[in-house]
């Protein structure tokens, strides 16, 4: 059973990046097929899908966040990273890896999801951000 795990920082100060891993084990990043997810929940909000990067390596990305952000894995570490610039306190956040199993369809500026869309989460850490 595929397993993943956030790791990094639980509190920035504005301006500051953001870098978050997610260490998967018990499947590869690289099985076709599959898309890792970045996504965050903010206290009392929707789950807003971040971008993701596929088992080819490709990448893609929030409209509402794109200018910001950038996905990157590491097969032969089986991880991907997100990293978030110019943070502000809008930004805080429970912040989730997850798998699915096809592409993440976002028609919108911003994206949402349901927890239920996504076969893998990973258990979620939080971030804050504050001056």
């Known amino acids: 059973q595929v397993q993943l795990v956030e790791s990094g920082p639980s509190l920035l100060k504005p301006s500051q990046t953001l870098t978050l891993t997610c260490t998967v084990s018990?499947?590869?990043?690289?099985?076709?097929?599959?898309?890792w997810s970045w996504i965050r929940q903010a206290p009392g909000k929707e789950l807003e899908w971040l971008g993701a990067?596929?088992?080819?390596?490709?990448?893609y990305y929030s409209p509402s966040l794109k200018s910001r952000t950038s996905i990157s894995e590491n097969a032969f570490k089986n991880e991907f990273t997100l990293q978030l610039n110019s943070v502000t306190p809008e930004d805080t956040a429970v912040y989730y890896c997850a798998r699915k199993s096809g592409f993440v369809n976002c028609s919108g500026y911003k994206c949402f999801v349901q927890r239920a869309d996504f076969g893998a989460w990973g258990r979620g850490t939080q971030v804050t951000v504050s001056s």
């Open positions: 018990g499947g590869s990043i690289t099985t076709s097929g599959y898309y």
């Open positions: 990067v596929s088992y080819s390596g490709r990448t």
